[in-house]
């Protein structure tokens, strides 16, 4: 028996045409799955598309509104935040972090830049001890335990993925130089000025547009293998990474908990917990890199130094590749992340989350999904593969 296609709601530019598929072809044997997909051209919507289920435990569709949990796109829209402020002379990424945030410098971590802070270099990719919801909930608690503790490798000499604790970094570095709280400035300096439907703390009468979100077998299963692989005579950082011990549950989600609760979306998780449309994260990404009524593009000397290579290869906990590459907080373009062209920016998210821009084309991103898959998942990647091939041969026809 063959599962019938989901039906897609949205349109397209008949030049994007080719992305129906692909994003139709993401939603096969995944019968329980919503998600959405949008890209802007030169600062125009072409591809605004979403289909499937948004709760399956009232069997809501997911409509042209739904928002969903976008997970670490959201570190991604935090370093474009960063970047604007590198921009107006504000902030600068070379900049010892201590001058900005002084109690940051605790216990050997004074040398770090802000630059190599927002690229996973500054040594507290992971809380020493166990943090619970309620600590997790409040900004002066998290920002004063990271400043405070024992870095666990030594500040600025390699890399490893700061899962959650990235958010307090960058989010404390925009609170120390603006005033405003990390939602709070998202909101009026970037989502606000575009219309564009993007929420770090998300009020209590759009909760009930949120996407449910579930976890699938592969991630289930991924997690399960890590449980099983972890020696209990040694810290597992990677998973007090995602969950900060008490926190969250290893998948990020379980039907009631997690990143499903309404206090979780209403807080400031600027690492991992902001959300949005598709539409409106594309719409994001696209004001990095063209003009439009709204915005201007990012300074091309500022983005040059935004995506300059700071963090790529083995990262200090060893972990098996591909590994990603990593810029002042952007996630570049690698074999562990491929974008349309080698200067792609943007960042992917748990579960298959995907946003990015490319700004030799004026071109932007994003795909969400409220049903998390892990490992192999191919639904973004080949989507992008199918956007690649419609901007090569648009490139290679006379005139293009």
Request: aromatic share 8%.
């Amino acid at each position: 028996m063959t599962t019938a296609p989901v039906a897609l709601e949205g349109s397209t530019d008949t030049r994007f045409s080719a992305l129906r598929e692909a994003f139709s072809d993401a939603f096969h044997g995944r019968p329980r799955m919503g998600a959405a997909l949008a890209v802007h051209y030169q600062g125009e919507l072409v591809v605004d598309l979403w289909g499937g289920v948004a709760d399956t435990r009232t069997a809501a569709p997911w409509s042209r509104d739904t928002s969903s949990v976008i997970f670490s796109c959201t570190k991604g829209i935090m370093s474009i935040l960063v970047a604007r402020l590198v921009e107006a002379g504000r902030l600068d990424y070379d900049t010892p972090l201590k001058d900005i945030w002084s109690e940051f410098a605790a216990r050997g971590k004074g040398n770090i830049t802000v630059g190599d802070a927002l690229a996973h270099r500054a040594g507290v990719s992971a809380p020493r001890r166990s943090v619970n919801l309620e600590e997790a909930l409040d900004w002066p608690t998290m920002t004063t335990l990271l400043a405070t503790q024992d870095p666990l490798w030594e500040p600025g000499s390699g890399y490893v993925y700061h899962a959650l604790t990235h958010g307090w970094i960058t989010g404390e570095i925009i609170r120390r130089v603006t005033g405003f709280m990390p939602g709070e400035y998202l909101a009026h300096s970037l989502a606000d000025p575009l219309g564009a439907d993007i929420h770090l703390g998300l009020p209590e009468h759009l909760q009930a547009d949120v996407a449910h979100l579930e976890a699938g077998p592969s991630l289930i299963s991924l997690v399960q293998a890590q449980r099983e692989a972890t020696r209990g005579d040694e810290p597992d950082w990677a998973a007090q990474a995602m969950t900060l011990g008490d926190a969250f549950p290893q998948e990020l989600v379980s039907p009631d908990e997690g990143f499903n609760r309404s206090d979780v979306r209403a807080g400031q998780f600027a690492g991992a917990g902001a959300l949005a449309t598709a539409r409106g994260l594309s719409a994001a990404w696209s004001s990095a890199v063209v003009d439009s009524v709204e915005t201007q593009r990012l300074d091309p000397a500022v983005l040059r130094r935004a995506t300059q290579a700071r963090s790529e290869g083995a990262p200090v906990f060893a972990v098996p590749g591909p590994w990603p590459r990593w810029g002042a907080g952007f996630q570049l373009d690698s074999e562990a992340r491929r974008y349309v062209t080698e200067r792609g920016f943007g960042h992917d998210g748990a579960g298959g989350q995907v946003a990015f821009a490319e700004p030799n084309l004026g071109l932007s991103m994003a795909f969400i999904t409220n049903w998390m898959e892990a490992g192999e998942d191919q639904r973004a990647t080949r989507i992008i593969d199918a956007l690649r091939d419609i901007v090569t041969r648009q490139a290679s026809r006379p005139g293009g």
